[in-house]
């Protein structure tokens, strides 16, 4: 009886443990198609946000006459011509929403996914959905993460150290973007620093005094960025010496020498990872005002001396491209200017473009 029983019992034990391998076996077998789909959810979440941001970024490249439609059809090739899981994104599967008025766009884009042990379950495929809403905010309001040079409110270019401040030579006139600085959106200029004893032309930079105001920290704050909370309205002093040296320093430290970043136009840029939206080559610098206060044109120049300090009035976004002699070549990104009422609230917005939602 003793040995019937006993291998009654191994039987018994036998069956539990098939039966509980059978549960891991499937338990193990969802968590793996669990994560397929979480990594497609996280990939399609990209896709979405890379689509909105470039959307909205009709509202600041085309700021004179943005067109809804023209917004939509650079959220979907941006979506189209991305990837989920290595699947490539059917048009069909994107759908972009503008909001002409508050400067939204909104992608909703849908992955069906095929499963793999949840098939024994008659569970076949999975459908992914994500959204994600940009808005290009009309004002800035400050940077937390600033290149450390002070951009005169002054066209690019060669031209006399104080040209006249009618707003067709001015990238910033009564609070708003002139046509101007839109109209030179993606040329390409030199810039080079200045010494603050100088008087500075178009073209040429002051560099900011953020507080140490060494040459090693200057060419870090470069390579880096400055993590100074840079704001609006605030006055700044103006760091001595022209600086050429930590300038070319700290720009190959930032681009590589050669660059690794390539410029193709703006919003795309090649990268050693392939083409993207964002690059290490894309710097923000404030703008100081030129205009409007004693001592400034048009009746008289630039102001100079160490214990300068400067007001900021907006921020401009250029693309590194290199070196040209001692001159730092970039193109012109985008130009903002700072919001005379706050109309973002206070969030940092030195490129007035953001995701707002995203599920």
């Not at 470039?54 to 490249?61: E, L, V, W, Y």
């Not at 390579?223 to 070319?248: E, I, L």
Request: proline fraction near 5%; charged fraction near 15%.
């Amino acid at each position: 009886m003793n040995m019937n029983n006993s291998k009654k019992q191994e039987g018994f034990v036998l069956v539990v443990v098939a039966i509980v391998l059978v549960a891991l076996i499937g338990f193990l077998a969802l968590a793996v198609d669990i994560g397929v789909l979480y990594s497609a959810r996280t990939s399609a979440q990209g896709v979405a946000d890379a689509a909105a941001l470039a959307g909205a970024f009709t509202f600041i490249n085309d700021t004179q006459s943005p067109q809804p439609q023209t917004a939509s059809d650079n959220a979907l090739q941006v979506a189209i011509n991305n990837s989920i899981l290595g699947q490539p994104v059917a048009a069909a599967d994107v759908n972009v929403n503008v909001d002409y008025a508050n400067r939204r766009v909104k992608v909703d884009v849908q992955s069906t996914q095929n499963t793999y042990f949840a098939r024994a379950l008659g569970v076949q495929t999975e459908r992914v959905a994500v959204e994600a809403v940009a808005e290009a905010a009309k004002y800035s309001t400050g940077s937390a993460c600033i290149k450390p040079w002070f951009i005169p409110n002054t066209t690019f270019g060669s031209g006399d150290a104080c040209p006249s401040c009618a707003a067709n030579e001015v990238l910033i006139s009564g609070g708003e973007v002139t046509a101007l600085a839109q109209s030179k959106i993606g040329h390409e200029f030199t810039v080079t620093s200045q010494d603050s004893s100088s008087s500075l032309a178009p073209g040429q930079f002051y560099a900011i005094d953020l507080g140490k105001g060494g040459g090693s920290d200057y060419r870090n704050n470069i390579a880096n960025c400055a993590v100074t909370y840079v704001r609006c309205f605030d006055s700044y002093s103006v760091s001595p010496g022209k600086k050429d040296g930590p300038t070319q320093q700290g720009v190959n430290d930032l681009l590589g020498n050669p660059p690794t970043d390539r410029w193709v136009s703006v919003g795309q840029y090649q990268t050693p990872i392939g083409l993207s939206d964002t690059s290490k080559a894309v710097a923000v610098a404030p703008i100081w005002d030129t205009c409007g206060t004693s001592g400034f044109c048009p009746t008289g120049s630039f102001p100079t001396g160490s214990k300068t300090t400067l007001q900021i009035i907006g921020f401009a976004v250029f693309f590194l491209e290199g070196f040209q002699g001692s001159d730092v070549v970039a193109r012109l990104i985008n130009v903002s200017s700072c919001s005379p009422n706050d109309e973002t609230g206070g969030t940092v917005l030195s490129l007035p473009l953001r995701l707002v939602r995203t599920q």
